[in-house]
């Protein structure tokens, strides 16, 4: 007899189970108000094996809103009055290799990021970071879940976690509450979303690059896949942003996806995901991003964007970061290529994740949806560097 229950418990370690149940998700550091405001446009439905999840992320809320009143009645003001010097944007698809990139270029010292805790409590985080950092370092893993990338609270992260916290608006939202998908997926690119929900977020985006360029008092550099897609709203508020984007054979970046978003989903989730619709929301996902990206990529202004493939930039790592800083007119590499050289000594046992090979039925679709993106960058269609 095929008891899928039993089988489960036995194949998933007990750590990531009782995160799956019971962890704060993507959600960590929401203030309770906007918590309650999210749950309500969500029904306040939450599937049964989540509620222990619902549950620590209702506390922590109550947490953080003290430290998040606190720290607006203090650096306020003085965020709304930063001037933001020009932001590098790293664009993307997810598993495209924008982690990589963005801690290559993070090397810099010149330049800052924001780091893990910073985006899991972007509200709060410059007054709750002396108490509660040492304890959720002792609990946070040395390497991400999904992948063996290392991991800490220091480390570059993705600003997209806090803005969703900060707007209840991303696309990402669409793991953490799939039956309400089709509102979410419109964050993607903001192009057909709710004039309230883009403006949310474009203010989001505006007072946390403000307050993390404060903090560190350096120009950023941000990552974001989903920023890929968001070209025209960055130009609106950053026009002198600055964009690198990285490219991928498409079925590599179709393996990492599906099997990135298998593992991310069920910790974020509230509700259940239908896994059986796990491909069809990676190719769409995928095609999404991309038209969005083709159709804005001409509004970049000259000077200001700079494109690598990550089998060059694997390859030959320094040339091509040589090639970004030349391009887009940053102050010069020589000053960054020690730590970089030394970044490279120190990741070069790093192991990626074996996935499974594609259908050809899989295959097909692929070439069929993403055929844009093969034409444009010029990938063979029955060749990847995963085989």
Same mark, same amino acid.
């Given at each position: ?12 370690? $007990?750590?990531?189970?009782?995160? #799956? ?60 009055? &930063? ?15 924008? &982690? ?12 800052? %990021? ?24 002792? +609990?946070?893993?040395?390497? #991400?879940?999904?992948?063996? *990338?290392?991991?800490?609270? #220091? =480390? ?5 976690? %806090? ?9 990402? $939202? ?23 929900? #883009? ?8 007072? /946390? *690059?403000?307050? *993390? ?5 350096? !120009? ?32 590599? *970046? ?18 259940? /995901? ?42 030959? !790592? ?11 007119? $940053? ?13 490279? =000594? ?9 996935? +499974? ?31």
């Amino acid at each position: 007899m095929n008891n899928s229950k039993e089988i489960t418990k036995k194949t998933i370690p $007990l750590t990531t189970r009782l995160t #799956r149940g019971f962890g704060p998700g993507c959600l960590a550091g929401i203030r309770f108000g906007d918590w309650c405001k999210l749950m309500a446009a969500n029904s306040f439905h939450v599937d049964f094996p989540y509620w222990g999840k619902a549950c620590h992320i209702t506390i922590s809320s109550l947490c953080t809103s003290p430290f998040a009143w606190a720290e607006n009645l203090v650096y306020g003001s003085s965020i709304k009055k &930063t001037k933001v010097e020009t932001p590098i944007f790293i664009l993307g698809s997810w598993r495209s290799g924008t &982690t990589h990139l963005h801690n290559l270029m993070c090397q810099d010292e010149r330049y800052a %990021a924001p780091d893990l805790f910073q985006t899991m409590y972007p509200s709060s985080y410059r007054l709750a970071r002396w108490w509660w950092e040492p304890i959720l370092s002792a +609990v946070t893993p040395r390497k #991400r879940f999904m992948d063996n *990338v290392k991991m800490s609270l #220091r =480390e570059p992260a993705e600003d997209e976690m %806090a803005l969703g916290i900060l707007a209840r608006a991303s696309n990402s $939202l669409s793991w953490v509450f799939p039956d309400n998908a089709a509102r979410y997926d419109e964050h993607l690119s903001f192009e057909n979303a709710d004039e309230k929900d #883009r403006e949310r977020f474009k203010q989001a985006l505006q007072f /946390f *690059v403000a307050k *993390v360029q404060q903090t560190f008092n350096r !120009p950023l550099i941000l990552k974001s896949p989903n920023h890929t897609a968001r070209i025209k709203l960055i130009l609106e508020l950053f026009p002198d942003a600055k964009f690198l984007h990285i490219r991928r054979h498409p079925y590599d *970046v179709f393996r990492s996806f599906q099997h990135m978003a298998s593992q991310v989903i069920p910790v974020w989730g509230l509700q259940e /995901f239908n896994m059986n619709q796990l491909e069809e929301m990676v190719i769409e996902t995928y095609r999404n991003l991309y038209q969005a990206y083709f159709d804005q990529k001409s509004l970049i202004p000259a000077g200001q964007f700079h494109e690598v493939a990550y089998e060059d930039l694997t390859a030959k !790592p320094i040339q091509e970061l040589e090639q970004t800083y030349q391009t887009l007119q $940053l102050p010069s590499f020589e000053e960054a290529r020690p730590k970089v050289e030394a970044y490279l =000594e120190n990741t070069g046992d790093y192991r990626k994740n074996k996935h +499974v090979e594609i259908p050809a039925s899989t295959r097909k679709r692929i070439r069929e949806e993403w055929q844009f993106c093969f034409d444009a960058w010029g990938y063979e269609q029955d060749l990847s560097e995963l085989g």
